[in-house]
Nanobody
Framework: VQLQASGGGLVQAGGSLRLSCAAS????????MGWFRQAPGKEREFVAV???????YYADSVKGRFTISRNNAKNTVYLQMNILRPEDTALYYC?????????????WGQGTLVTVSS
């Protein structure tokens, strides 16, 4: 399974970006899909998850600004990011894991860089 993340870039504070993560090699409709991020000098942190049931959870820092969604027909998960802040600057990773299993036992894509200027 390969996860290909895209959509990162440079945006001003208050702006929006939409990240995409396309999976290939396996249908992931029964997997939970998530986004994580890692800022320079910091540890990787959870951003959002969407379960196969479409239940979603968000980190408090992004709640109300970010929306995770999935298109099972396209085997793709999205992260709509609005009202971006400089502290959202990070390398964003997508991940997929079978329900009930740890993220580290699943699949990870390469990061896509999001830079938010003040």
């Amino acid at each position: 399974v390969q996860l290909q993340a895209s959509g990162g870039g440079l945006v001003q504070a208050g702006g929006s970006l939409r990240l995409s993560c396309a999976a290939s090699g396996r249908t992931l409709s029964r997997y939970k899909m998530g986004w994580f991020r890692q800022a320079p000098g910091k540890e990787r942190e959870f951003v959002a998850v969407i379960h196969w049931s479409d239940t979603t959870y968000y980190a408090d820092s992004v709640k109300g600004r970010f929306t995770i969604s999935r298109n099972n027909a396209k085997n793709t998960v999205y992260l709509q990011m609005n009202i971006l802040r400089p502290e959202d600057t990070a390398l964003y990773y997508c991940a997929a894991s079978a329900s009930g299993t740890a993220w580290d036992s699943g699949y990870w894509g390469q990061g896509t860089l999001v830079t938010v200027s003040s």
